[in-house]
């Protein structure tokens, strides 16, 4: 029985185990991960003592060539695998997509550090830390020294055996795949809760289309197209490394073993050649350092994650992606994705779906690099030997029946989408279903024209509520999502949840009364509202008319606009940049100050409320003045627009809760109320729920047949 067919079985019964079992098989995954270990612990060594000999046989002239065919196969295979990623969205249906609040729209670029990654100042921190494209760099250097030495035979000769020995520590260790396979594949089956995909469905069959395409049938044409070889030559004989990669999710542990395939074609194809064969061992871990196919296809998720959010990526902004793209994956993949996504602007939470897609995408991802590893490092070789010859017709065939394949596959993919799984915008739904975090009070709602003043027996407000037995709390009706009304008709919200907290911590009712923004001065003046907890904004004007607690919540200044204008307004120098700008703003002079301020030239125009710009008819008015916050949750109602935070200007906005003037009692008692639901985690928990859209999920168990068929545990 061949190694791949024991791997595939090992595979195959940790799926079904995992099944079975699910959490409870999980302790077996510390085999997977010892498994996983032994391989790698050789594959560092086995990349410098390669590069230092394979580069170390060469002369100058041989090795500038081989960098030189091999650099162009790259750019090439890069060319066209880019080409594949830029054309996934062609999968992507029209649908209506909009997003909560995400950070990513105000916080800086993360920046990596590329310097660090590719330049080793200390080579053994970087052997230390696996920082691969700086041992590489330092491997290469080596090399290219020895290639200037005369009396390197003693090197090299020492070089080879060791190279010899870390292959067969390496082989020896691949026998035991089957059983490490079989603990990894069960720890994730067991463990991964499958209702996570439903969101990636999209995209990974988007995904499996472009990778059957570029791996399976792209770069083994292409192959064929330069080499006096078949598919089945060059795929057959490596299917064990091919199935050992994507069983195990790592293309590293199975480089000794394409790099003695590479061997034997690069032998077949030019067998007087001893600098081809030396090549092999320059190119194997040079092609483990540059991201192939496999890792390029990665960058879809970034173009999936833009579409999802309805913050497509823009063709302004696919230089972009791709030259920073390029540069990121040479280091970790988990550190390229929140990179990319941070530096387009994209929701940084949606990162959690790439973790959950990794473990489908990277097993597939694992496979694409080994075939490009030994189908680019055999061209290359045989490229330096001259055995590859230039067969354009062939050459042209390949890349343009993989354009036309994966052409019809997205739109097969979007048809499928479109007609079979077409979906409505719930968007608005989610919203209007949430549900309060904090446990409800005795709550009614008062008019607020039968409301009288209570006189002024009452020293303080503290006083008034406890002999009222209630706090009587001012709202705004469609504030979002600080105070509006669900589904059911009942008052939801940031604040209604803080209200309700409130209530329960001071032992009364919840006494709630709908105000608009004319009204709260007065009524909080003659004692009729205790306070108003309904996002409120601190500026100056308020200020002059009202006491204010301590800030619980700062807000971002922001504009609302059609999604197609979004990457327009998202820079100071754009904004400056527009002629005749109208801008709606609420009936609030704050907004119209910094609008005026922002951009002199502006014509700015009173709306009174979100609601009134998302419904108009006309195009007038080319943006909305208003937080980010609250315009994100308003773009879920709306999602044909968008939220656009200008760059590097952030202007932050603070909120709190207007009081009685004068009333010192319960201004101390409400800042340090304030403070202690800070301290709590209840402020944390309220802003993740009601800004940032993260519903708190219960914690169950996987489902297993063992626990949920068969009833053995419980």
């Not at 202007?651 to 709590?680: C, H, S, Y």
Request: hydrophobic letters at 55%.
């Amino acid at each position: 029985m061949s190694l791949a067919t024991r791997v595939l079985i090992g595979f195959a019964l940790g799926v079904g185990c995992g099944i079975f079992f699910g959490e409870i098989i999980a302790p077996v995954g510390v085999l997977g991960d010892a498994f996983i270990r032994l391989l790698q612990m050789t594959v560092l060594p086995y990349v410098v003592v390669s590069l230092m000999l394979g580069l170390g046989r060469l002369g100058p002239r041989e090795a500038a060539k081989l960098l030189g065919r091999a650099g162009a196969l790259l750019a090439v295979i890069w060319i066209v695998a880019l080409t594949v990623v830029m054309l996934m969205p062609v999968a992507y249906p029209d649908w209506e997509a909009a997003s909560f609040y995400s950070t990513s729209l105000v916080e800086p670029t993360p920046e990596i550090d590329f310097v660090d990654l590719f330049i080793p100042a200390n080579p053994f921190n970087s052997l230390a830390f696996g920082k691969v494209p700086a041992i590489v760099l330092f491997s290469l250097a080596l090399g290219a020294a020895l290639m200037g030495i005369a009396d390197k035979e003693r090197v090299l000769e020492v070089l080879d055996v060791v190279a010899g020995a870390l292959s067969r520590v390496a082989k020896v260790v691949v026998r035991f795949a089957p059983i490490g396979v079989f603990a990894i594949t069960a720890r994730a089956a067991g463990t991964l809760d499958i209702a996570q995909f439903h969101a990636l469905e999209l995209y990974l069959a988007t995904y499996l289309v472009c990778w059957l395409v570029v791996s399976l049938w792209f770069l083994p044409a292409l192959t064929t197209a330069f080499l006096p070889v078949s598919y089945r030559e060059v795929m057959g004989p490596a299917r064990d490394a091919f199935v050992t990669a994507f069983a195990t999710g790592n293309v590293f542990v199975v480089m000794p073993i394409l790099a003695d395939h590479a061997k034997k074609l690069v032998g077949r194809c030019a067998p007087d050649s001893e600098e081809a064969t030396d090549s092999v061992d320059v190119l194997i871990p040079l092609a483990f350092v540059f991201p192939g196919p496999g890792t390029l296809l990665i960058l879809g998720f970034v173009l999936f994650a833009g579409w999802l959010a309805g913050m497509a990526v823009t063709a302004v902004q696919v230089p972009t992606l791709i030259s920073s793209g390029i540069l990121a994956l040479f280091g970790s993949t988990m550190a390229a994705i929140p990179f990319l996504l941070d530096m387009l602007r994209i929701p940084a939470d949606l990162f959690q779906l790439y973790v959950v897609s990794d473990v489908f995408t990277g097993r597939f991802g694992m496979l694409a690099s080994a075939v490009f590893t030994l189908t680019w490092s055999t061209l290359g070789a045989c490229a330096i030997a001259g055995a590859a010859r230039v067969h354009r017709r062939r050459i042209i065939r390949a890349v343009v029946v993989t354009v036309i394949l994966v052409v019809i596959g997205l739109l097969g993919v979007n048809a499928f989408f479109t007609q079979v799984v077409s979906r409505e915008y719930a968007g608005g739904e989610r919203l209007a279903t949430m549900v309060l975090t904090q446990p409800r009070a005795e709550a009614t709602e008062l008019d607020p024209a039968a409301l009288e003043p209570p006189g002024e027996e009452f020293p303080s407000g503290l006083d008034r509520i406890r002999a009222r037995g209630a706090i009587r709390v001012g709202y705004r009706g469609d504030d979002l999502p600080f105070s509006f009304r669900g589904e059911d008709g009942k008052l939801i919200g940031h604040d209604i949840d803080l209200a309700h907290a409130l209530a329960n911590d001071l032992g009364v009712r919840l006494e709630l009364v709908s105000i608009d923004d004319a009204q709260p001065a007065e009524l909080i003046a003659d004692g009729s509202i205790d306070l108003v907890m309904s996002g409120f904004a601190v500026t100056a004007e308020r200020a002059s008319r009202m006491e204010f607690t301590d800030p619980y919540l700062d807000l971002t200044l922001a504009f609302l606009v059609a999604d197609h204008r979004r990457n327009e307004f998202s820079s100071r120098d754009s904004i400056k940049a527009m002629t005749d700008l109208t801008v709606g703003v609420a009936d609030l002079p704050f907004f119209a100050g910094r609008i005026q301020a922002y951009v002199p030239g502006a014509r700015v125009v009173e709306l009174g409320s979100p609601q009134a710009f998302f419904e108009r008819t006309d195009d007038e008015i080319d943006a909305f003045v208003y937080s980010a916050e609250a315009g994100s949750a308003w773009s879920l109602m709306y999602p044909q627009f968008s939220v656009a935070v200008p760059q590097p200007d952030v202007i932050r906005i603070p909120v709190a809760f207007p009081l009685k003037p004068g009333d010192e009692r319960l201004r101390v008692f409400m800042n340090t109320w304030i403070e202690m639901q800070r301290r709590d985690g209840t402020l944390d928990e309220l802003y993740a729920t009601w800004i940032l859209g993260r519903r708190p999920e219960a914690s169950a168990h996987r489902w297993s047949v063992i626990r949920d068929v068969l009833h053995w545990v419980g």
